[in-house]
């Protein structure tokens, strides 16, 4: 990325029969714990670069080459691997909103666009029980969301019964008609929804549906996270995030 990185680091212990296998064992068997692995990394990275930087006039860097801290992401199964795995590989091409554009179709009070927004996000939960709605901290101005997961549909139906303004981010094309309930929010002013994509573009995706997430937190002036997932994609999401947004959690 442009100004961090990502990375999936293996720990695994190695037993007394495999460090026998490999050679006499030394009299202090060292470990490395994950802190270990990022301070070898960073020291040895920045070497590099400096010696780059007098060998071959790289630019300098003033200070220090990485921030003092990282964010670290526990992975536990085979299909929080595969998230993760994606998330990275789609990651360069996804911080860009120009990847799919501007939400250039949209229907509804534009106006909406001026409130302060706060935006709602919530995992998908991997086979528990429905998540219920919850109370978002202070009643906001604005709720924007892509509203996709279960949580963030309950939201949506809450918000939307009590007359509070929302903007929802379609991750596909604007469907040719809404449910009336949502037709009448839209045609009283208190929705709006945009997308990037055209109407063709009928089914959700996991790379629109990235999109969509990282457009909304982009857009939002404060933000909500309900359910949370700490090895699934809205945690990567969110450790992308610069810190200059509040987070608050439902």
């Known amino acids: 990325m442009p100004d961090h990185i990502h990375g999936i680091v293996r720990l695994r212990s190695v037993s007394a029969a495999e460090g026998h296998a490999r ?16 301070h070898r990394f960073k020291t040895l990275t920045t070497k ?31 299909r929080a691997l595969a998230n ?20 250039r ?16 996000l919530a995992s998908r939960p991997y086979g528990q029980a429905p998540v219920p709605a919850p109370v978002l901290p202070t ?8 509203f996709l997961s279960p949580q963030e549909r ?3 139906d809450a918000y939307l019964a009590s007359g509070t303004p929302m903007i929802q981010i379609l991750a596909r094309g604007l469907p040719d008609s809404f449910p009336p309930r949502i037709q009448r ?3 009283t002013g208190r929705l709006l929804v945009m997308t990037p994509f055209p109407s063709a573009e009928t089914h959700f995706s996991a790379a629109r549906a990235a999109w969509c997430n990282q457009y909304v937190l982009a857009t939002a002036d404060a933000l909500v996270i309900g359910h949370l997932n700490p090895d699934g994609m809205l945690a990567c999401l969110l450790a992308d ?10």
């Open 84 to 103: 993760i795995r994606n998330y990275i590989r789609d990651n360069p091409s996804n911080s860009d909103t120009l990847r799919f554009g501007e939400p």
């Open 154 to 156: 309950a939201v949506f």
């Open 241 to 250: 995030l610069p810190h200059d947004k509040p987070i608050m959690r439902a």
């Open 23 to 38: 050679g006499p064992a030394p009299a202090e068997p060292k470990t490395m714990s994950l802190p270990d692995v990022m």
């Open 185 to 187: 929010a839209i045609d």
């Open 105 to 120: 179709f949209s229907l509804g009070n534009r106006a909406l666009l001026q409130l302060h927004k706060t935006a709602f």
């Open 139 to 146: 009643p906001p101005a604005c709720v924007i969301s892509g």
């Open 48 to 78: 590099r670069y400096a010696d780059g930087s007098a060998a071959h006039g790289w630019p300098r860097f003033p200070g220090t080459l990485w921030h003092r801290n990282y964010y670290g992401i526990i992975i536990r199964t085979e």
